[in-house]
């Protein structure tokens, strides 16, 4: 009998993606508590601070992103967790796939499961903020753009963190300071594009930053994951 | 002929202790090799350091006469783990789980039925992996192993958790292994009732 | 040449040779330190002009440029440590990266109060949103802070040192984008007065103090740094035949 060769990358980089979208989808409870959670936090700044319709326009972008940024976040503790405890992790490891491109299969599909999801309720509250329909179009290209980048960062913080006892408090002090960027560029760009500005450069700045998360971050985050298995 | 497997002058420490020191051993395709000590002598450190998942403070691991740091994935290709924690999702089904595993090495899925028959696994097929025992959980990654075209097997305490049956049953596999022309180092606190002249090392 | 800086590096970065080099080489640090800071007070606080826009208000910057400049300074040695530490699987170089990292959370702590401390007579606030360098420093303080929780959240020194490694390189990558993100977001701030085309913009009688104060504080810092280092050295290689050596022979 001849010995199939091994997967090619692209493969085992689908392999991850599917594997992990099909937990999701078995435990769909993971993937939704980050989205109810978004909803949550954007519904407590109106109760907080008064139904006025001129505030919330203005607030509506800045916390429209806060809210992804912490959203985001409660779901990245997750991400390495289960494979590390059930074993999976030293298989991932120990498979002639580069890590790398299997740090990226998980960031992914975390993505897909998280951020995505978040993108897509996203014009919801923005017309809940009354913010006016161009800005909603620049608000989802951001989102889009500024998840993906804090799904790739995240990744690093969760491998980072994963296995540590405290770990949860610990990945936000880690990654919401590197995240600072793209919260800075994602909200203000929504809020020019609210003041009918030039929207361009944010725009163009989070594809620049999404590009340069893209081309390190997973190696960080193969790195990191090495040294927390150890 | 080179070896298969060598290790040169490892030493490792876990956090202050130093579990082994200028540590080394060679082992031939058909040969197998056995880690013996109580706990916490550093059995399965050792295991983990030779299949990569630790860094050694010094010394040398090679596969075929390469650096395995250097040639990491054409060793990881050509290897295959067997540890404590099996490494399968609970949520998946079992054959969802081997399925998984042939994206990312080398898997010979046309033995699927065969391996699952000798394994008494045909019937669980479509469980979730966290409905089977912890013998049957055991028996799946014995599954991967004998799917995954690997030569070298590197097995932690694979006795545990297995009925006398499944002991037999493990003893035969490695034995089948070795005969093919496979490497098998083990780390076990029992005695692995392999009647083969087997190389020892015994961790203080 | 290549092979004798090689082998010069080796032997500085064995830790008996450090331990006893670093011992030489901490008074010089610091009398050199303290004595240009006694110039920079000295000179900054009575002899330099007050400034015609500030006043005296303006004398802050003599602990507060040295403070911010240290607060980067720190973090790239971190980095540059922690890379060496990776790459070449040096320890010395990981006990310079966590020695370093409270010195620059203080010098960081100690730029935003000082800037702080100034806002208040210049904007009238003490805290200024609207700034993006006491901003900056902020997140900074943040990384330093992330840093070393993540240190002290893992047991075993060795893996300490690699996973924190790995987020002060991520960190090093970033900072540069937090800076000119913060700068872009801020429009109320005060241009770069130091390092200006065409020469500094500020007198002389005031620029050679803080020149001094910065020239102080890095060497005060480097032998704050030295020491740190060596106590770090002393307390990972506490099993070392050479430590042992060491305490017995002083006490002896």
């Not at chain 1, 109810?36 to 972008?61: E, H, N, R, W, Y």
């Not at chain 3, 949103?129 to 943040?142: A, C, H, N, Q, V």
């Not at chain 3, 330093?144 to 390189?169: C, H, N």
């Not at chain 3, 130091?194 to 913009?201: I, M, N």
Request: aromatic share 10%; charged share 15%.
């Amino acid at each position: 009998m001849t010995e199939p060769a091994n997967p090619t990358l692209w493969q085992g980089f689908a392999a991850v993606v599917k594997r992990d979208l099909l937990l999701a989808y078995k435990r769909p409870g993971d993937m939704l508590n980050p989205l109810f959670f978004f909803a949550m936090v954007s519904t407590l700044f109106p109760l907080a601070i008064g139904p006025a319709g001129d505030q919330l326009k203005l607030l509506g972008p800045g916390v429209v992103w806060v809210a992804a940024l912490l959203s985001v976040l409660l779901s990245l503790n997750s991400m390495y967790l289960s494979d590390l405890e059930d074993g999976s992790l030293d298989q991932l490891i120990l498979s002639p796939q580069p890590l790398p491109l299997i740090a990226l299969g998980k960031t992914v599909a975390h993505w897909l499961v998280s951020g995505f999801p978040l993108v897509l309720v996203s014009p919801l509250i923005a017309i809940t903020y009354q913010m006016p329909t161009e800005t909603i179009g620049v608000m989802v290209v951001t989102l889009t753009l500024g998840t993906i980048s804090l799904s790739l960062l995240g990744s690093v913080g969760a491998a980072l963190t994963v296995g540590l006892s405290r770990g949860n408090a610990l990945l936000s002090l880690l990654v919401l300071p590197l995240a600072m960027p793209v919260l800075i560029f994602g909200a203000r760009t929504v809020a020019l594009a609210a003041a009918d500005d030039a929207v361009s450069a944010g725009v163009y700045f989070l594809a620049a930053y999404c590009m340069l998360a893209l081309s390190f971050a997973p190696f960080a985050a193969a790195a990191a994951l090495k040294i927390s298995n150890e | 002929m080179t070896e298969l497997l060598s290790a040169k002058n490892l030493t490792v420490f876990r956090g202050e202790r130093c579990l082994f020191h200028n540590l080394s051993f060679a082992l031939n395709a058909g040969e197998s090799l056995l880690i013996q000590g109580a706990n916490g002598s550093g059995k399965t450190t050792l295991l983990r350091a030779v299949a990569g998942l630790l860094d050694l403070e010094e010394g040398e691991i090679r596969w075929r006469g390469f650096s395995t740091l250097a040639h990491r994935q054409a060793f990881h290709g050509e290897m295959a783990w067997f540890a404590h924690s099996v490494g399968f999702k609970s949520d998946l089904t079992l054959l969802e789980n081997l399925r998984f595993e042939s994206g990312l090495r080398s898997t010979s899925m046309g033995r699927l039925s065969a391996v699952l028959d000798k394994l008494g696994l045909t019937s669980l097929t479509q469980l979730p992996f966290r409905a089977l025992s912890a013998g049957q959980q055991r028996r799946v990654g014995l599954a991967r192993m004998l799917l995954a075209n690997a030569q070298l097997w590197l097995m932690d305490e694979p006795l545990t958790n297995l009925d006398t049956a499944g002991q037999d049953l493990v003893v035969n596999l490695i034995t089948e292994h070795l005969q093919g022309g496979g490497a098998c180092m083990l780390a076990s606190h029992q005695a692995v009732g392999l009647n083969s002249d087997m190389q020892r090392i015994v961790l203080q | 040449m290549f092979r004798h800086m090689w082998i010069f590096l080796h032997k500085l970065a064995s830790p008996p040779h450090f331990y006893g080099l670093a011992a030489k080489m901490i008074p010089w640090f610091y009398v050199s330190g303290l004595l240009l800071i006694a110039y920079g007070t000295i000179a900054g606080l009575f002899y330099a002009p007050a400034d015609y826009q500030q006043g005296d208000a303006f004398r802050i910057i003599y602990v507060h440029v040295p403070a911010a400049y240290l607060s980067m300074m720190a973090y790239s040695i971190m980095a540059i440590s922690a890379g060496i530490g990776l790459i070449w699987r040096m320890k010395l170089a990981h006990a310079v990266a966590a020695a370093a990292a409270p010195l620059g959370a203080w010098f960081t702590f100690l730029a935003l109060a000082t800037g702080s401390i100034w806002g208040r007579p210049m904007w009238g606030t003490w805290w200024e949103w609207g700034d993006p360098r006491l901003t900056s420093e902020l997140i900074m303080l943040f990384l330093y802070f992330g840093y070393m929780s993540l240190r002290a959240a893992i047991d075993e020194t060795s893996k300490a040192d690699k996973a924190s490694a790995v987020l002060i390189l991520v960190g090093a990558v970033n900072v540069p984008i937090i800076h000119f993100s913060v700068e872009w977001w801020s429009s109320l701030h005060q241009g770069p007065t130091l390092v200006r085309e065409g020469g500094p913009a500020i007198e002389t009688a005031m620029l050679y103090p803080l020149l001094g104060m910065i020239l102080g504080f890095t060497l005060f810092f480097g032998a704050l740094l030295l020491a740190r280092v060596r106590a770090e050295v002393l307390h990972r290689e506490r099993r070392s035949r050479w430590v042992r050596n060491l305490i017995l022979g002083e006490s002896a």
